[in-house]
Structures are given as structure tokens and as C-alpha cells.
């Protein structure tokens, strides 16, 4: 059983994970070319296809957190809690396993890794299913943590990968109630409806990443260019990546034109409402529909609106955003801790870019999502979010009068 596994076992199975994706790169990126060549992935778009292919650097990067996850502390067996009650009763409230978690995943391979590093770490079972066309990544990956698991004496059955199915085969492992403690899906919104639609285990959802980038009147103007030109185009593809920039009134004339040619330049579609396009100094914005507000791009695509105010920013986001990763940008520590406070989300920043809402930049090794939802986990989920507690009772002998 991986729940009563120790600390040294654990850590031995995720150090020989580590070792073997470097032994075995070869076998990855073999299996990765041959998953990006096949029909399956020819519709993908750049962006996905860019979330699905590994490289030399992505296996070592894969191999790297592997080795955080195992050098952070364990979580299972932490006392969270110890009192001496008025019967006499020692009461200590202890943190352990979930159990059985699944992962339902789109595209990217490394959530393989993470997700098995992370159940591993923190004594949980875990199955995963990830998308049909990254079936034989997803497979050689998989097989490499089992043999890990066998290398330090720990089931081998503590990962399972099914094979990417249809929406039925998505229902069956959502209903299974008495094996599956949490399912957490990672994906768009398609996914979280198809699943709320059917699941009768508990869920987590991992959701789409609609996040905001506000550049609020009092702004350093070359601080706020950096942030939102990182935010859009570091890495577009990802859940964390910025879709709407809002520019305040009161700077969108002085801003816009400068940030808005690097944006294009960088090959990004530029949509907005009227103002911003009348700002933009003759770059060329396209007419933003109602519907561009509320999507998640992840692609080189991005929606810009003026604002009239900070209050006016926080309805926008609010009404627009996925509560995943928000930003101001501002010299204003009133404006920050009004928009910090306003802003309903699992992560919000003040002069940064939210490409850093992420477990590994977060120092939790790894992720398994990012939640946003407001259950025990929200944000980065890490070991602890992939933990609950019990209660042990300790007595010498008393009943309740």
C-alpha cells in the first residue's frame, strides 16, 4: 500500500523516475515524434501541438521536478492539530492520503510526470487518462514511473494510464464511486460541462484559464509593457497566459500605441472594443466581440479594452474572468490592495506577470492543476491539496456519561 509506504520509499521510486527519463530520452522523444506525426494530432492547432512535443530540455525539465517533489518535505503523518480534551481525551488531528485520485488531462505529457510524482509523494494511488493523440508519449512516460515504483519494492499499480476514450469511457470514471476519491480534470471548458453533467465522485476542476492583465492609471508605463507582453506571448498555449489586456482611460493614449506594436510584431492578433482601437496609433485591432471577452485564446491572440477606472477593471474581470490568475499593474498600493481585495480569484498579482501561477515557480515541485474553485485546494495543486486528515483518538478507558 503507497498510503503507509515511507518517506524513503517514496522518495527512492520518484529518484529513480528522475534517473530513468534521462536514461531513456531517446524512448520519449522517439514516442512524442511518432504521436505529433500521427493523424490524430494533424488538426491540433500550433498551440496545442506545441503543449503536446517534448524535447531534451522538457525530459530534463520533467526530470527536475521530479527531484523538487521528492525534496520537499512529507506531507502524510503531519499533526496538524493536538489538544488534550475536557474528558481527558488526547485528540490529534493527523494528514493523510486521499486515496485514488484521476487525472483527466489534454495534450501536455509532462502532466504525467507531475501528477504521478506528486500522488507518489503524498501516498496516493493514481489514474490517469490523458488525450488519444498523445496516447504513446503519455505510455512510455507511465511505464517509466512503474518501473520506478517496482525499482524501490512499491506497487507498480499505484499508476495506471487508460487509454484516451470518448466522452462514455470519460462517464465511467467519473462514476466511480467506492475506487475514485477525487477526479480532477485539466482542460477547457468543454470538458468541465461534459463532466458536471455526469460525475458522481468528487471533482476538482482544473479549469480554463481566461486571466487579465490591468494597467491602472498610476502604472509604470515600461513596467507594465514588460508584464503584458510576458504574459500574452512567453508561452500562449498555457492555461496562466493573459487574454485581455485593460488599459485605464487616463493612460490608454500614452500606452496602447507602444505596447500594442510590440504585441503585433511578436505576431500576436490584436481584438478590442471602440477606445482601444482608436488608441492604438494606427496598429491594426480588429472589432472584439462580445463572445472574445470571455475566451480562452490560448493561442497569439488577445482581446484589449479602456477602462474608466479600477472599479470599472475588477466588474470586467469579475464578470468576465475563470477566477485562475489576475494582474495589476500600478505604483498605487491603495489601488493594488482595492483591486487584490475586489478581484475574485485563486491567484492575483500586483506588478507581475501571471505566467508565474504555476506549482513549480509556487516552490510545491510540481502541480497536479490549478484549481479554481474554492474547496480545501484553490490555486497551484500541490502535495497538501492532495491530502485530508483524520482525527485519532487517544483515551485510557473513558465512556461518555
Not at 509523494?121 to 511505464?143: D, F, P, Q, W
Not at 496598429?283 to 479600477?310: N, P, Q, T
Request: negative net charge.
Amino acid at each position: 500500500m503507497l498510503a503507509s509506504a515511507s518517506t524513503d520509499a517514496k522518495n527512492a521510486a520518484l529518484e529513480a523516475t528522475a534517473r530513468l527519463l534521462g536514461e531513456r530520452s531517446e524512448e520519449m522523444l522517439e514516442a512524442n515524434a511518432a504521436d505529433l506525426a500521427d493523424e490524430g494530432a494533424a488538426g491540433l492547432t500550433p498551440a496545442l501541438r506545441d503543449r503536446l512535443a517534448l524535447s531534451e530540455e522538457r525530459v530534463a525539465a520533467m526530470a527536475d521536478g521530479v527531484r523538487a517533489v521528492a525534496a520537499l518535505a512529507d506531507p502524510v503523518g503531519e499533526e496538524l492539530e493536538g489538544k488534550t480534551l475536557d474528558s481527558g481525551l488526547e485528540l490529534t488531528k493527523l494528514r493523510v492520503p486521499l486515496g485514488v485520485v484521476a487525472v483527466v488531462y489534454e495534450a501536455r505529457p509532462n502532466v504525467t510526470i507531475d501528477c504521478a510524482a506528486l500522488t507518489i509523494k503524498s501516498g496516493n494511488a493514481i489514474v490517469l487518462r490523458g488525450s488519444h493523440y498523445a496516447e504513446r508519449t503519455n505510455g512510455a512516460l507511465a511505464g517509466i514511473v512503474r518501473d520506478a515504483l517496482a525499482e524501490a519494492g512499491l506497487p507498480q499499480d499505484a499508476v495506471l494510464l487508460l487509454a484516451g476514450g470518448g466522452r462514455e469511457d470519460l462517464a465511467e470514471l467519473a462514476t466511480q464511486e467506492g475506487t475514485v476519491d477525487l477526479l480532477i480534470p485539466r482542460g477547457g471548458e468543454g470538458l468541465k460541462q461534459a463532466l458536471k453533467e455526469v460525475a458522481t465522485v468528487p471533482v476538482i476542476y482544473a479549469a480554463a484559464g481566461n486571466c487579465h492583465v490591468y494597467v491602472h492609471a498610476e502604472a509604470d508605463l515600461e513596467m507594465a509593457r514588460r508584464i503584458a507582453v510576458n504574459a500574452k506571448t512567453q508561452r500562449p498555449g498555457v492555461c496562466n497566459a493573459a487574454e485581455t489586456l485593460l488599459v485605464d482611460a487616463a493612460i490608454a493614449e500614452r500606452f496602447l500605441p507602444g505596447v500594442l506594436a510590440e504585441l503585433h510584431d511578436a505576431g500576436v492578433e490584436l481584438v478590442g472594443d471602440e477606445r482601444a482601437r482608436a488608441a492604438s496609433g494606427g496598429v491594426e485591432v480588429g472589432v472584439a466581440s462580445e463572445e472574445d471577452w470571455g475566451r480562452e485564446f490560448l493561442d497569439l491572440k488577445l482581446a484589449v479594452a479602456v477602462v474608466d477606472s479600477l472599479d470599472d477593471a475588477i466588474e470586467h474581470v469579475n464578470r468576465y474572468g475563470t477566477r485562475h490568475s489576475e494582474a495589476i499593474v500600478t505604483r498605487s498600493e491603495d489601488a493594488a490592495a482595492h483591486f487584490t481585495a475586489g478581484v475574485d480569484a485563486a491567484v492575483v498579482y500586483t506588478n507581475a506577470s501571471t505566467r508565474f501561477t504555476d506549482g513549480f515557480e509556487f516552490g510545491m515541485g510540481a502541480e497536479i492543476g490549478n484549481s479554481t474553485q474554492k474547496l480545501h485546494a484553490r490555486g497551484p495543486i500541490g502535495l497538501r491539496e492532495l491530502t485530508t486528515y483524520k482525527y485519532v483518538v487517544s483515551g485510557d478507558g473513558q465512556v461518555r456519561e
